[in-house]
């Protein structure tokens, strides 16, 4: 294993990042009178080393996140044993589905019944259920995946009726290019959209949304789990 040095640079980097994204967490969390507790970081490790996520590890950081399966496999190999829990935060195709089954505790991006069944199916028996959030696209954009609004609770009842998914909430990535006040209108209405679910009996407990560049705003919406990358490892290599 590779173990780095506990004063090396990149530590000091990854040490300072995380107390900055922390802060920012707390006092969003602060503006919107929630306790900064509500607010799970999930570390996302796309195109990082299994050091740099080992060090985020040692500095208290549980929950990590990637969005390539075949770059995630080795290092979940690797990080074995660490006591961390993993997330895919990817798009889903049919062929990744049962390693993603196999491999991680929670699921992001989920938008289709037909990856929901085959996830279902595919969870091992001795794993418990699979945590998924459902993917919605508020405004069209053909480069990101989700369920629109409208058919958001049709596919939330037939992934409820799912034993081995444990559906626990909305997931949303704004498009691209937004500005703040449109970003903030995005993220409220992925939280009404919730409210709504919720109020005819679908449970939801989990609001996954906000990145580096949005993660504030999306606290003071309502987010429950931040997915953050950049703002805490640096620029992807
Ligand atoms: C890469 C990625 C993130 C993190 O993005 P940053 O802007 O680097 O924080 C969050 N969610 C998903 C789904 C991603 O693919």
């Given at each position: 294993m590779l173990i780095l040095p506990q004063n090396s640079p990149i530590n000091a980097d990854l040490s300072a990042q995380l107390a900055s994204v922390r802060a920012q967490i707390a006092r969003a969390a602060l503006d919107a009178g929630?306790?900064?507790?509500?607010v799970t970081l999930v570390a996302v490790c796309k195109g990082q080393s299994v050091a740099a996520v080992q060090t985020l590890a040692r500095l208290g950081v549980e929950h990590f996140a990637e969005s390539y399966l075949q770059e995630a496999l080795p290092r979940l190999q690797q990080l074995a044993g660490a006591e961390l829990t993993w997330h895919f935060v990817g798009r889903l195709q049919a062929n990744k589905t049962r390693a993603v089954a196999g491999h991680f505790?929670?699921?992001?991006?989920l938008d289709r019944a037909r990856i929901a069944e085959r996830l279902n199916a595919q969870?091992?028996?001795?794993?418990?259920p699979l945590n998924v959030c459902l993917q919605v696209k508020l405004a069209a954009d053909p480069a990101k995946g989700g369920v629109d609004a409208a058919h958001a609770g049709e596919l939330a009842a037939r992934v409820r009726a799912l034993p081995r998914l444990r559906l626990r909430g909305l997931m949303c990535m704004l498009p691209d290019g937004l500005a703040p006040a449109a970003q903030s209108a995005q993220f409220q209405a992925v939280q009404r959209l919730q409210a709504q679910l919720n109020a005819a009996g679908a449970g939801l407990d989990t609001l996954s949304m906000g990145m580096s560049g949005d993660f504030p705003l999306a606290i003071r919406a309502g987010a429950t789990m931040v997915r953050i990358g950049t703002a805490l490892f640096g620029a992807r290599p």
């Open positions: 929630r306790n900064e507790d509500s505790s929670w699921v992001h991006a969870r091992p028996p001795s794993a418990p």
